[in-house]
């Protein structure tokens, strides 16, 4: 099979994954509460992980020197980030937050701007508007005159959710770990985090089954397994925009099992808000790339 198939293969596969993931949320938040189902997830996330380490021949991380920024990388995600983006998804319909979490990408752009000094241009700015205009159409189902939200904080949950995962990923950029390893010890350190909570909360309980296979799906499948699959897929691939524009499928395949899983009614202002967040990412992509573009030539 042709390397390039292969990448696209792999790319898909970790794109269908994530896009059940939501779905997964949801369901999972029917047998277990936000914090037992972070705890658990990042213990399953950080045991695949291991063995992934494990199989790829990966070393893991030794000395308190490799494991110090493990202790404050994972206390930012895996267990902040997935508190308040769980928090989210508990007070949203899975439709809602999944869209408006997609704004990620360009919150990256503006913490790259604030904290690594990078130059912001109108395209950037054209892009952040589209984009949180599309949040404003989902989080008022479409009450634009109105601005009547149905959930404040869940929306705002959901939008502080990216600036977590932008903190992670500014940290990643300085740290010089193999990446998996180091994603292991994010999920180690995270996962003791996490049930050092649970107990604080007083929620110590072992999960039901469905509660428990709930966990172990988000914990491979949002947390830990897919990453392989998305990495392999981009070392595979002649360029990485090849495998990166396949991302804007996983929204809109989000929003196909939310509808026929979790029985959510997916409505119109969802649609219409997510195309914002899709064309706002498109032209924050294309800015990104004339960026680049500009930069070889000068």
Known sequence: MERQTRAYLFGLAAVLLWSTVASAFKLSLRHLSVDALVAWASLVSALALTALAG??????????????????????????????????????????AQAINYTWAITMTFMAIFWLGQRVGWRQMLASLVCYFGVVIIATRGDLLGLHFQSPLGVGLALASTLIWGTSWILGLRDTAEPVARLCGNFICGAVYAFAWLGLRGQWAIPSAAGMLGAAYVGCFEMGITFALWSHALRLSRTAAQINNLIYLSPLLSLFWIGHIVG???????????????????IQRLSDRHLKSTEQHA
């Open 55 to 96: 199989i790829r021949g990966v070393p893991m991380l030794s000395g308190w020197k490799q494991w110090k920024p493990s202790l404050f990388q994972g206390a930012i995600n895996p267990f902040l980030y997935y508190l308040v983006l769980l928090r989210a998804y508990d007070l949203l319909p899975a439709q809602e």
């Open 264 to 282: 959510e009614t997916i409505r119109p202002s969802t649609l219409a808000g997510l195309a914002c967040i899709l064309v706002g990412t498109a």
